[in-house]
């Protein structure tokens, strides 16, 4: 079903989320998430996926040299990591007591934050 008005995909992580990766080189590691990229579906996690950028010497930085820092990952290869038991989980959305369309853990059934 297509959005009417914010026309961004609802995606099942947020900034400041744990997450747990489940593909790739980096699989099973935990991190935080510092940034989502929704128009390309993907994330920012601290300390995963990290690459290596080579930096020309320029006037700002004389010194160049050779930068690691983190890439960006499908959010298809996330699963959020639920705060109260610390399990990766698959994520719902269902209303709460005051109204409000809320994220939920689907393995324990409680609101994720």
């Known amino acids: 079903m297509e959005r009417k008005f914010n026309k961004q995909p609802k995606l099942h992580i947020r900034k400041g989320d744990t997450v747990k990766v489940i593909a790739g080189d980096d699989k099973g590691k935990t991190g935080k998430v510092l940034e989502v990229i ?3 579906n993907r994330a920012i996690i601290e300390g995963i996926n990290i690459v290596t950028k080579h930096e020309k010497p320029s006037a700002g930085k004389p010194e160049g040299g050779i ?3 983190e890439g960006s ?3 298809s290869n996330l699963m959020v990591v639920n705060p ?3 399990n990766a989980t698959r994520v719902g959305r269902k209303m709460n007591d005051k109204g409000k369309l ?4 689907k393995k324990t059934g409680e609101f994720i934050n």
Do not use: M
């Not at 809320?102 to 853990?105: A, C, V």
């Open 73 to 75: 990952v499908h959010i």
């Open 38 to 40: 929704p128009a390309k």
């Open 102 to 105: 809320q994220r939920y853990s």
């Open 84 to 86: 109260a038991t610390g």
């Open 67 to 69: 930068k690691k820092t």
